[in-house]
């Protein structure tokens, strides 16, 4: 029998999440979807499935739950448009590939994927990526699918107040709007059976971003890397400054030659991120199986589960 620890942590954006702003019933029904999530991709798991096929599965759920801002539930750019971000690598071949500016996708992480195993190269944007998806025949919805009132009155107040969101409401305090933001994008690290690690992170981008702006997310190395020589990382926050210090690939190259701690690399890539100005959360496993979910925000709803099927679900700090 194969004993090799297995693992999915996945997490559903990072910012300001405070007891006082989310409602009890609110708070359950993240807690629920962050449950189905860790369900689905340790299900691919447990049957001996691949780390990226448990890292699709948990994506997809948070995806098409309109609570998070990914797939469903996607925030609209300036042009009031969702434009969809995702990605994929795996860790044994270190194979990526990516999605940006999409708008007919349903699953975006679908189409990374595709990316990924079906052409020869690592990223398409925009109509080409649109194109692609249909051409592999994952599902296409009309871009009405992703419209959500919620986001929509979000964007009307981003444009009101000449701001750009990083996803849900405003903090009521206006001297913290702009770094504060919650945030709901999603992703997920997985270790399987195998020894073989993978990452993905998807995500709608910034409420009120300009048309055409790419965030990390879609970004190998800033939002999403997955290497078996170290770790596999997704990231949430403010994406520039993601792009700016190369989040995820600074954290994995940390842990493979400094020989640190994953959450000693997680924390020194996060206070690289505050130096400039930046914030948000990483989520870090490695082929051993120790993970670290780290952030520098008031909260990031996170999740994970492991061997024993012990399921932790977490969103405040
Ligand atoms: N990093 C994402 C972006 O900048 C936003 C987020 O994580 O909420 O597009």
Redesign the pocket.
């Given at each position: 029998m194969n004993t090799s620890p297995i693992r999915l942590v996945i997490h559903g954006?990072?910012?300001t999440i405070t007891r006082g702003k989310l409602t009890a019933e609110l708070e359950q029904a993240y807690r629920q979807v962050l449950s189905q999530s860790l369900t689905a991709g340790y299900a691919v798991l447990e049957a001996g499935g691949s780390s990226i096929d448990a890292v699709i599965a948990a994506i997809v759920v948070m995806e098409d739950s309109p609570l998070f801002?990914a797939g469903k539930g996607s925030v609209f750019s300036n042009a009031g448009r969702n434009e969809l971000?995702a990605s994929i690598m795996d860790g044994s071949t270190r194979m990526a590939g990516a999605v940006a500016a999409v708008t007919m996708i349903r699953n975006p992480i679908r189409a990374a994927h595709a990316v990924m195993t079906q052409s020869a190269h690592v990223m398409l944007i925009g109509q080409g990526a649109d194109d692609f998806a249909a051409e592999k025949r994952l599902e296409i919805v009309d871009p009405s699918y992703f419209h959500t009132q919620f986001r929509w009155d979000q964007l009307q107040k981003a444009i009101a107040e000449e701001r750009v969101l990083?996803?849900h409401d405003a903090d009521p305090d206006t001297s913290r709007r702009d770094r504060d933001e919650k945030?709901?994008?999603v992703g997920a690290v997985a270790l399987d059976r195998h020894g073989n690690l993978a990452a993905g992170?998807s995500?709608?981008?910034?409420t009120n971003?300009r048309f055409g702006?790419?965030?990390?997310?879609p970004v190998i190395g800033a939002?999403t890397y997955a290497d078996n020589r170290s770790v596999a990382v997704s990231?949430?926050?403010?994406?520039?400054i993601?792009i700016r210090t190369v989040a995820a690939f600074n954290t994995a190259a940390q842990v493979r030659l400094q020989h640190i701690t994953i959450t000693e690399a997680a924390d020194n890539t996060l206070a690289e991120i505050a130096a400039i100005g930046g914030d948000?959360g990483l989520i870090v496993l490695d082929a051993k199986g120790n993970y670290a979910m780290r952030f520098n925000t008031s909260g990031m709803y996170r999740g994970t589960i492991g061997s024993n099927g012990i399921m932790r679900v977490e969103i405040f700090s």
């Open positions: 954006g990072a910012g801002n971000d990083r996803d945030r709901g994008t992170t995500t709608g981008g910034l971003k702006r790419v965030g990390d997310s939002g990231a949430t926050g403010t994406g520039e993601f948000g």
